[in-house]
């Protein structure tokens, strides 16, 4: 069954099933009212936070699929939403940064986060980002119930494909969403170098050059939890998930 809701325009926008939830937490109102309307005109269902504790409650009341959260807040930051948020339930992010700061990147991404962009974007790459990652929630939604069977060893390195599960050494290792399906993609062919266009394309979905620095950014964060010497950059080309010799 298709839910239809009327857009800015006035025209009628259509979307299968029930409409998805985005919470847009920004204070900038320009800022704000810029995404809402294009993520309005594509077929979601929007709410907007101005601070850091009402982002926290309303995240709470509403239940939203999906949250666009800036950095920069008034009350707490960006980064302790998030925290708290993710310790409600699990949601996916997308981060918003005014610097081209790498450190606030990766602290983005430690924190729960799955994609960010940074000051200024584009509104239409901004919606495409995010039915891409509401598209690989459903897919990760999917293969969890659908697992399949066994589970992937390289070396002190265990991937559990059915409880979406990853272990260094024996020891449990909490990566977000994005962080496991881009070790999967990694894992599914190791020691062969992928670049960074095939993991974007493969993991985001997203087939624009322009985007590659989210991979080195998750490629960073992914190396802190698992170990940096388990994953090989090929200056120029891009990465391969190194494993023991045979």
Known sequence: ??????????????????????????????????????LRAEGFLVQTAGDGPSAVDTAEAWQPDLLILDIMLPGFDGLEVCRRVQAQRP?????????????DMLVGLGVGADDYMTK???????????????????RAALAASTPRSGILRLGELELDHAQRRVRVRGEDVHL??????LLVCLANTPRAVL???????????????????????????????IGAERIRTVHGVGYALETPAP
Not at 120 to 138: C, G, Q
Not at 203 to 218: C, F, K, L, M
């Open 91 to 103: 949601v996916p992010v997308m981060m918003l940064t005014a610097r081209d700061d790498e450190t």
């Open 195 to 225: 670049s960074r266009e095939q993991l974007l394309a493969e993991v985001w979905d997203w087939a624009d050059a322009s985007g590659t620095r989210t991979v080195d950014s998750h490629i960073k964060a992914l190396r802190r939890k």
């Open 176 to 181: 977000t969403p994005t962080e496991f399906d």
């Open 1 to 38: 069954m298709e839910q239809t809701h009327t857009s800015h325009n006035g025209t009628a926008a259509t979307t299968p099933g029930a409409q998805r939830r985005v919470l847009v937490v920004e204070d900038d109102a320009t800022i704000v009212d810029a995404i809402a309307t294009r």
């Open 120 to 138: 200024p974007f584009s509104m239409r790459e901004l919606a495409a980002r995010v039915h891409v990652l509401l598209r690989r929630m459903e």
